[in-house]
């Protein structure tokens, strides 16, 4: 939420709630500082960040059990009041269904790096496929 902040997110079916890790002697150690819905089962979640960021705030990857997918980040200069999704900026949403038998162990994402510091994620999302999403590709 800051480029100073230490933030903890958590999954919840289909909500993503961000919580930020506060030193002062509030009610609650970690309040509540955002509070996003999905339309969809959340299976993954990864933290990365864009070739070019200029600030420390990562982008997530968010994938569904029907396996769309979006990427959000959150701007703290959009209005809104605190806690409110409308601080959320969606980058891009998609689909990555394939045909295929869904993988036995569920759902897997990582991210990789080549040698050259080109990124990707990597889905493994039906038996004997591997799907590769370049990040910062035009």
Known sequence: TASDAIDLIVV????IEVR???STTESSLLPLTVDVPIRGRITSLIP????????????????TST????????????GGEKGGANRIVTHDTG????????ADCGPLLC??????GRKALCLHLYQGSLTLLP???A
């Open 12 to 15: 919840k079916s289909n909500r």
């Open 111 to 116: 991210l990789v790096e080549d040698p050259g």
């Open 95 to 102: 689909c990555v269904s394939d045909v295929g038998r869904p």
């Open 20 to 22: 930020t890790l506060s």
């Open 48 to 63: 990365f960040n864009p070739p070019g960021l200029t600030t420390r705030t990562s982008h997530l990857f968010v994938l």
């Open 67 to 78: 396996c769309h997918y979006t990427v959000l980040s959150y701007n703290a200069n959009l």
């Open 135 to 137: 990040i910062g590709a």
